[in-house]
């Protein structure tokens, strides 16, 4: 009898040790969370903050995700700029806690906003290719946030957050590096996928509900003509929808395409009476199941909604 009670109560301190050792990770969106599972394959599940359809822009944390924060190790972000509601979990953190800002990763690519809703052809800024890590104003609006887009860029947040976790937890350095090894070869794969599917449309204009794409058009050589509105959450005006109704004609547009985060009434009204059809991208892949899978999904999601459209 008494053994067993000893044999319980060792099994109980080496499950309450393994709690301890783990690593607990904190992420606010989906495409991140499912880079970021990658890079933890065999090791943890990150925590996901922002889920199914809600907007990174507007969200409010549950009791539930207040309390992931307050043990998290770290917490892993795009920008202030991006995701504002974390701005105020910085203070609730515990000491220990490490906040990653992706925007500010080492070799992160980023493009800066363009100017209004009608693109110029090829207009993308004037950051492509800089290292942006020590610019302190990113999270106040200049440089476009959608920095996930870009499988570059992807590949170097999963380097980046294999090396905070691994000083972190330099125990798990080896099975960090081997994750991220592994995570770069997948994205190489579907990006070669990616390029050969989308290499046809590169001629083919189109207009976004709002302009998120810029780091994905650029890559794979696309031509997005307009935008509808400059901020989603405010609803465009009547002279805001001739506009584009006039840019839709004057470049040939044929495709328009909405987002399931929003109302798409607006996109009915801008190709109402026009030859151009309706579609859907989803720069954040909301309606994907989150996890090591998600990345690629999205990616391959956005593609075949593109070529679906200007394909046909």
Request: charged residues 20%.
């Amino acid at each position: 009898m008494g053994l067993t009670v000893l044999a319980a109560a060792a099994s109980a301190l080496l499950a309450s040790a393994a709690r301890a050792e783990a690593l607990r990770v904190v992420v606010t969106i989906k495409p991140v969370h499912g880079l970021v599972s990658l890079v933890m394959a065999g090791i943890d599940t990150p925590t996901l903050l922002v889920d199914g359809q809600a907007s990174p822009h507007s969200f409010s944390l549950k009791p539930s995700d207040a309390r992931a924060l307050q043990g998290a190790d770290v917490v892993v972000r795009v920008s202030a700029a991006v995701e504002p509601f974390t701005v105020r979990i910085t203070q609730s953190l515990p000491a220990s806690a490490v906040m990653v800002t992706l925007a500010k990763a080492p070799g992160v690519k980023l493009l800066e906003m363009r100017r209004g809703t009608a693109f110029e052809e090829h207009d993308h800024g004037g950051s492509e290719g800089k290292d942006h890590a020590h610019d302190h104003d990113h999270d106040v609006g200049g440089p476009d946030g959608h920095i996930w887009l870009d499988p570059d860029n992807a590949k170097v947040i999963i380097k980046h957050v294999a090396d905070v976790l691994a000083k972190k937890r330099p125990d798990l350095k080896d099975r960090l590096d081997a994750n991220a090894t592994a995570a770069i070869a997948e994205i190489d794969r579907m990006d070669a996928e990616l390029k050969g599917k989308l290499a046809p449309l590169s001629a083919k204009p189109f207009i976004v509900f709002h302009d998120a794409y810029q780091y994905f058009e650029r890559h794979y050589g696309l031509h997005a003509a307009g935008a509808i509105t400059l901020n989603p959450e405010v609803k465009p005006s009547a002279r805001r929808l001739a506009e584009i109704r006039s840019t839709l004609t004057k470049n040939g547009a044929k495709c328009v395409f909405a987002e399931p985060q929003f109302s798409p009434k607006v996109i009915s009204a801008v190709i109402e009476d026009t030859a151009a059809k309706a579609g859907t991208l989803d720069p954040l892949g909301s309606t994907l199941p989150a996890g090591p899978a998600h990345y690629a999904a999205m990616m391959r999601a956005l593609s075949d909604a593109l070529a679906g459209c200007l394909g046909g």
